[in-house]
């Protein structure tokens, strides 16, 4: 698909890493895009040579200032001179203030969010994490954009009114917990109408998505994974963080086949932000999203 939908124009931010050139150089041979290369450009030939990707062609922007890289390139996306914004070997500050500079200047209102999709090998569907990266402790009105943004993002990768399900704690022992009032108000607003182009899943753990509200584990052929709702609303940042990080555990087979692959949505620029501990072999996918979204 992303083949069909190429080639675009890609900002990459601090392109001075092995796996981020070896997935560009695959994404450029397979049709997908064209790179803006932004960083140190002595190092950016040094490896493009070293792993023989011809870059002769590409804008090379040298520039060693994680915030200058970040803002030249955002300004990039924002302009239309590229089609969306990949994240290379660059922490995430600098690329957040980027972002919000960018949709202040344009006047972008959204909330700005995360949106990680998961790949797990009993899926034949991503599942999209949301927000895990940035909203630290986003009440009712901030959760209501996040989920907007989540809907919206799936959307235009082909799914059609995508489940949301919302993650809180167990009730009973606390009725008053802020994470089962927002869902209750989630829901309210849901039946008003104000949470078009998707649909809520009954439940609010796991367990109820997967085996019903009354279910119990007593076998895991019992388990029926199509259940999964497309969409999981964390309620903040501190578990959404560490839910889509088992991945990192699958080298050492406690989560083997787990891919991630993150997004930074609602500010009007397609952005892919890979983890800098990415393989090329995910960071071509997410290259190929990034198309496919932008």
Known sequence: MARKAGPKKISVLRA??????LAMKEAHRRGYGEPVLIGDERKIREIAEEIEFD??????????DPQEVADYGVRLAATGETDFVLRGYIYGPPLYRAL???????????????VCLLEFPVLQKFIAITDPGLAVAPDFAAKMEIIKNAVNLLSR???????????????????????????????????RGELPGCYLAEGLTLSDFLLGKDGFLESFDRVDYSRMPDILL??????????????????????????????????????VAPSRSDTHKTIITEIALGVLVS
């Open 16 to 21: 001075e890493n092995r796996e981020f050139l």
């Open 55 to 64: 870059i002769s062609n590409f804008a090379v922007i040298d520039s060693r």
């Open 100 to 114: 919000i500079r960018s949709t202040s200047d344009r006047e972008c209102k959204r909330q700005i969010s995360a």
């Open 157 to 191: 990768l082909g799914y059609e009114s995508p489940q949301v399900g919302i993650i809180t704690a167990r009730s009973g022992l606390d009725d008053d917990l802020r994470s089962l009032s927002d869902a209750k108000s989630i829901r309210e607003a849901f039946e």
């Open 234 to 271: 964390v309620h903040n940042l501190e578990f959404g963080n560490i839910f889509v990080k088992v991945d990192s555990l699958a080298e050492r087979d406690f989560f083997s086949g787990v891919r991630r692959h993150s997004f930074i949505v609602g500010t009007g620029i397609p952005v």
